[in-house]
């Protein structure tokens, strides 16, 4: 903040002596400062005492730059992190607010995008007078920061509201707004840096799937889609856009995501392909029946002889589908389930899979499983296995997004897993 850029702009009023002592002090505290003065300013107060207080030239026409590729009243709009206005007299408010530009100070500030400060100085008339006040009234609607003048003995000899407001106010001023506009920059970056998946799409799909017998019965498994539901809720809260595929399950879903249910692992086998045409991130945390019943019947299957035969026919691999057909920069991660052998298992999943990431957990781990709160899993990447402590699995949900995103950007996935 101590750098920051200061264009003070001087139109035609005695309060012009003051402005000395303002650049003098700023300057002094390492603010940078610049000056524009229109012709009547510099009848009022010689650029050259505010050149020497400044360190620098002061500007008096579009034309008097030394440097001859320089436009003045862009490079000094561009250059400007504040523009106060001070002493702005009833004609440079009135061409403010007007949008005349037709000399140095009045262009620039049209030209100005940072914030912008006036401190108003002429007769109490003057002041007072309609046109004035919608002048002032129009530049504050438009985020003008308008320092009143104060009230006593004008220079004119009478006496009013009109006296600009006195140097210390105006460096107060200009150190108020530096600091808010300093603040929202400081959230907005805060904001981006929480908000690490903005404009990533995630699919993750989630729960178990339900392969119909008949209209009373279905084979399935006992996922609770907990952890599938647990990372489309970080997956929102780090920006990204979320699509659920979820299976039939007793838990809401997060608000703010885009929830496609299914019942059967075809069903999902379909909303999965059409979704992954669009994803950056694609995760299979649903638990999918490998199989499903060779017949479906469409009325309830009576009971006859003591023992009954069911044939069951392979389900397409969803998970191995998606990773023979992944996008460019598509991110792709498994879920892998076992009771024995659990790194082995999952490295045969993740490398037949084409996974970029597989999450496994052992299912008789304590803490691990399908109906808890929490997770032990192993994370696999093609060129090591990490081993991660008990989590909640929203915080395991966080790694896993994070760790994408790593993979995605090619950097390494050590800081996400920290
Ligand atoms: N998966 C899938 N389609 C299937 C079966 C599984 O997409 N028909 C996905 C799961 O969502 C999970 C991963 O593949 O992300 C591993 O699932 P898992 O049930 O652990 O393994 P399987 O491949 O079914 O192998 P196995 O049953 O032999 O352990």
């Known amino acids: 903040m101590e750098s920051a850029h200061i264009l003070i702009g001087l139109s035609g009023s005695i309060a012009a002596f003051k402005i000395a002592s303002l650049v003098s002090s700023l300057t002094k505290q390492g603010y940078e400062v610049r000056v524009i003065e229109t012709k009547h300013a510099a009848a009022f ?33 561009r250059w400007a992190d504040l523009f106060l206005i001070a002493p702005a007299d009833a004609n440079i408010l009135a061409k403010a607010a007007c949008g005349i530009a037709d000399d140095l100070l009045s262009s620039t500030i049209l030209a100005a995008t940072c914030p912008m400060l006036a401190a ?9 007078n309609i046109a004035t006040q919608n002048n002032l009234k129009t530049l504050h ?38 600091a808010k506009n300093d603040a929202s920059r400081q959230s907005e970056s805060r904001q981006e840096a929480d908000l690490p998946l903005q404009g ?17 019965r279905f084979m399935s498994n006992h996922s609770s889609g907990k952890q599938g539901y647990a990372i489309a809720k ?26 496609v249910p299914i019942v059967s692992a075809l069903d999902l086998e379909k909303a999965m392909l059409e979704q ?25 299957m009576k009971k006859s002889g003591d023992t009954l035969t069911l044939e069951l026919v392979k389900n397409p ?26 790194d082995a298992n999952a490295r045969i999943k993740l490398e037949s899979k084409n996974c970029d990431m597989l999450v496994a957990n052992n299912l008789h781990t304590k803490g691990a499983g399908f109906q808890t709160d929490t997770n032990i899993v192993s ?40």
């Open 379 to 418: 994370l696999l990447f093609k060129d090591r296995t990490e081993h991660l402590d008990l989590q909640t699995k929203e915080a395991l949900g966080h790694i896993i997004l994070k760790t994408m995103l790593s993979l995605q950007e090619g950097d390494s996935v050590h800081a996400a897993l920290r």
């Open 200 to 216: 990533k799409r995630v699919v993750v799909s989630a729960g178990p799937t339900q392969e119909s017998l008949d209209p009373v």
């Open 276 to 300: 992954a045409e669009m994803a950056d991130f694609i995760i299979m945390a649903a638990a999918v029946a490998d199989y499903r019943f060779k017949d479906q019947h469409d009325q309830k």
């Open 141 to 178: 609607e438009r985020g003008w920061h308008i320092i009143d003048p104060a009230y006593g003995m004008l220079a004119c000899q009478e006496a009013g509201q009109g006296r600009m407001a006195e140097p210390a106010d105006l460096e107060a001023a200009i150190k108020a707004v530096l």
């Open 317 to 342: 691999d969803i998970l191995a589908h998606l990773g023979a057909n992944k996008k460019t920069g598509q991110i792709l991660c498994g879920f892998a389930m076992e009771t024995e052998n659990l």
């Open 45 to 77: 107060l010689g650029p050259l005492t505010l050149a020497a207080l400044s360190h620098h030239d002061v500007y008096t026409d579009e034309f008097n730059g030394a440097n001859e590729a320089m436009i003045p009243h862009i490079a000094l709009s």
């Open 120 to 128: 108003p100085a002429m007769n109490v008339h003057m002041f007072e």
């Open 234 to 259: 970080a997956a929102r809260d780090l920006g990204a856009t979320v699509t659920l595929v979820s299976g039939p399950v007793t838990i809401a879903p997060p608000e703010g995501v885009e929830v």
